[in-house]
């Protein structure tokens, strides 16, 4: 690297924004509204009481809180004061958050009191290794940061972070075993902040709805946001009246949400009244969407729609533009979308060689914005970026545009009596049928094939059904439309699949319900 170019820092990007855009306005909704002039007040002040509690470079902090600026803006001030960032989803379980605070090795916490009081005064008695705990208002625990702030009066931020520093330690969600820190450290993380401004569709005035998690996917649209001089509304949970309402009345353009959220959406007896016409990008993402469930959000909603691919490990690696999604001409919908801009993807076999033309690999990647490693875990880290690829686990296959679409995880993939079976094959077929609205499959054990096909179907909300037929309807189905093989064995009628914490079906509790007390094959 040149000697005229050192990097950027992340936090040295958000400094830069909220110095740029002056007294418009860059935060509002839950948590108060915020100009950008007032939210680098607060980053200096913040960053006083910080460094007056002993915060120096090199050391870590993670963050328990809901969609507030206030949060958010405490994040960039520790950043900028050169420590690494740990987000814990505030939808976690304590087991999960107290092991990230161990695992991670973290100096400092900072937890939102007002959302998260009981489970802040938990993790603080619990983990010894804490330096300092900081409290977004009074509590009976910790260093009111909020009150600290005011008393110091102005100060002048300040930036200390290098360009080699750890900036993010993410961690994964977990769902094939125990969660892993995935590192990065300023490069990756600014080249991934690079890659969403210049492979989204980005509206000229940007008014973002953070109604997602801002601690996970949700929180990487607001750094494009405000480098931009957009507002970023703070939605506090994910309730589809108040979504709907503030896209009318904060005028809404840009929102990212999970498929969960989108269907419940188009369920929503306010949806066809609602005042979206201020909205001209729906970014989706984190799971799989029903394409039967995407032409109808095209057709109530309109031509928003723009679908993100990534992980924890690398993110954003693929895009499908808005202009992808053509109702018209549906085939696209199955897809992932094309490799953004920065990304060289490779579709690659158990022994890293690439896959013949219109076979099936995993999705390998080289880019920028891949994590450095993960977090104390060097056989893991070798494993996941062996040969210089990120193997995200993934499973697709590509056309002749290089568009990729995902059969499946490869952990995820059925053995049926000797055949390989790809679950999303089978659930996009099945949620096809007009009275399906979620549908996830797996596989269940079975004496004579040794996995069988299982799907567990949860119907749409006021849909009158005869659930023996429906049965027999969907098993038809795939049978007619995939064969006999990848038809499902069984099919159970639910309420609920249950969900991460990210709003994914959690296939890893799914198959607990049925494999107690047998192994299954991993892998």
């Not at 977990?174 to 300023?186: D, P, V």
């Not at 579709?347 to 891949?370: F, N, Y």
């Not at 690829?389 to 296959?397: I, P, S």
Request: net charge negative.
């Amino acid at each position: 690297m040149s000697d005229l170019y050192q990097g950027l820092t992340t936090a040295g990007l958000m400094l830069r924004a909220l110095a740029r855009w002056g007294d418009k306005v860059a935060f509002s909704g839950y948590g108060g509204s915020f100009t950008y002039a007032q939210s680098l007040e607060l980053v200096g002040r913040y960053q006083a009481v910080m460094q007056g509690a002993g915060m120096r470079r090199g050391q870590r902090i993670a963050l328990l809180n809901a969609n507030r600026a206030d949060a958010l803006l405490a994040g960039f001030a520790a950043q900028a004061l050169g420590l690494c960032i740990t987000a814990l989803h505030p939808l976690g379980a304590y087991e999960d958050q107290q092991f990230i605070l161990e695992d991670g090795e973290i100096d400092f916490l900072l937890v939102d009191t007002e959302n998260y009081l009981e489970r802040g005064a938990q993790l603080a008695a619990a983990t010894e290794r804490l330096k300092q705990v900081f409290t977004l208002g009074p509590a009976e625990y910790g260093l009111d940061l909020r009150a600290g702030a005011e008393a110091v009066g102005a100060v002048s931020p300040v930036l200390l972070a290098q360009p080699n520093d750890d900036a993010m330690l993410g961690y994964t969600g977990g769902t094939t075993g125990k969660s892993k820190g995935a590192m990065r450290r300023h490069h990756s993380y600014v080249a991934m902040i690079n890659a969403v401004m210049a492979d989204f569709e980005w509206p000229e005035d940007i008014v973002y709805l953070a109604v997602a998690p801002i601690s996970h996917v949700g929180g990487t649209k607001i750094p494009p946001t405000l480098l931009r001089g957009g507002r970023v509304h703070m939605q506090h949970g994910f309730d589809p009246d108040a979504v709907l309402d503030a896209m009318g009345a904060e005028r809404i353009s840009a929102v990212l949400m999970v498929p969960t959220m989108v269907n419940i959406l188009l369920d929503h007896p306010k949806l066809d009244d609602a005042d979206l016409s201020s909205l001209e990008l729906l970014m989706y993402g984190a799971a799989p969407m029903s394409p039967t469930r995407l032409l109808e959000g095209l057709e109530r909603i309109g031509p928003v729609f723009c679908q993100l691919y990534g992980q924890t490990e690398g993110y954003p690696l693929t895009v499908l533009r808005r202009a992808d999604h053509n109702k018209d001409d549906p085939d696209l919908f199955a897809a992932c979308g094309n490799p953004c801009t920065s990304v060289h993807v490779a579709l690659l076999d158990d022994d890293s060689q690439p896959v013949g033309k219109g076979e099936v690999g995993e999705i390998c990647a080289q880019a920028p914005q891949v994590m450095d490693n993960y977090w104390n875990r060097p056989e893991q880290t070798a494993e996941t970026l062996a040969h210089g690829w990120l193997h995200t686990g993934d499973m697709a296959w590509a056309d002749d545009r290089g568009y990729l679409y995902i059969v499946d995880r490869k952990k995820d993939m059925i053995i049926s009596g000797g055949f390989n079976i790809f679950p999303r094959e089978v659930e996009d077929v099945i949620t096809t049928d007009p009275a399906v609205a979620m549908a996830a499959v797996i596989g269940v054990p079975d004496d004579r094939w040794g996995e069988a096909v299982k799907a567990v179907v949860v119907p749409r909300p006021n849909t009158q059904i005869d659930s023996d037929a429906l049965i027999q309807s969907l098993i038809q189905r795939v049978r007619d439309a995939k064969g006999a093989v990848q038809a499902p064995k069984s099919v159970d009628i639910v309420d609920a699949i249950p969900l991460t914490p990210l709003g994914k079906p959690d296939k890893k509790a799914l198959r607990e319900t049925y494999w107690a007390g047998r192994d299954r094959r991993v892998g």
